[in-house]
T-cell receptor, first 113, second 115 residues
């Protein structure tokens, strides 16, 4: 069975602070996919990143960066120099070979001005 | 804009009724997924269709059914609605690419309120 744990329920930071969101996953599959999605207050799910299980290369996209470590089954997400517009719920998800996603419970990020 | 279109955006209906949620996938995407997001269960996978055929089933109730049509749009039918069915229903689509793998894009969701 696939399982995703986002231990942090809520994180509150002041603008320009960095924030790191933790994601730990469990799977018996050798091939799997990891995703991060952002859900702003308007409700839509916005795709942020996908990584394959065989690609542990970390990635940076603007103020966003992701650290994938298979040894610890973690796929953490960092927002650098946070902004008020980053306030949202962030979901980590684990996909199987059919790309069925198992989501974590989400982490609510509040960035205060 | 993800390119996945869902209608209606909001729906209020009474218990016992039946509703149909519609999804148009991104152009070229063959797979359609349905997810339910509720306060108590979080985001849960319901069902997946690939090019008109059911491919995978998740935690979908027997009162719910879905289909994907030849033009690749999909419908999720919810019947004998109960208060607990109130949720945000998402449709997502993807296409499998050998070079870059698969990226799954979600629509804006259909908010269903059962009263």
């Amino acid at each position: 069975a696939q399982k995703v744990t986002q231990a942090q329920t809520e994180i509150s930071v002041v603008e320009k602070e960095d924030v790191t969101l933790d994601c730990v996953y469990e799977t018996r599959d050798t091939t799997y996919y990891l995703f991060w999605y952002k859900q702003p207050p308007s409700g839509e799910l916005v795709f942020l990143i996908r990584r394959n299980s065989f690609d542990e290369q970390n990635e940076i996209s603007g103020r966003y960066s992701w650290n994938f470590q298979k040894s610890t089954s973690s796929f953490n997400f960092t927002i650098t120099a946070s902004q008020v517009v980053d306030s949202a719920v962030y979901f980590c998800a684990l996909g199987d070979v059919d790309y069925k996603l198992s989501f974590g419970a989400g982490t609510t990020v509040t960035v205060r001005a | 804009d993800s390119g996945v279109t869902q209608t209606p955006k909001h729906l209020i209906t009474a218990t016992g009724q039946r509703v149909t949620l519609r999804c148009s996938p991104r152009s070229g995407d063959l797979s359609v997924y349905w997810y339910q997001q509720s306060l108590d269960q979080g985001l849960q996978f319901l069902i997946q269709y690939y090019n008109g055929e059911e491919r995978a089933k998740g935690n979908i109730l027997e009162r719910f059914s879905a289909q994907q049509f030849p033009d690749l749009h999909s419908e999720l039918n919810l019947s004998s609605l109960e208060l607990g069915d109130s949720a945000l229903y998402f449709c997502a689509s993807s296409v499998e690419r050998q070079d870059s793998g698969n990226t799954i894009y979600f629509g804006e969701g259909s908010w269903l309120t059962v009263v």
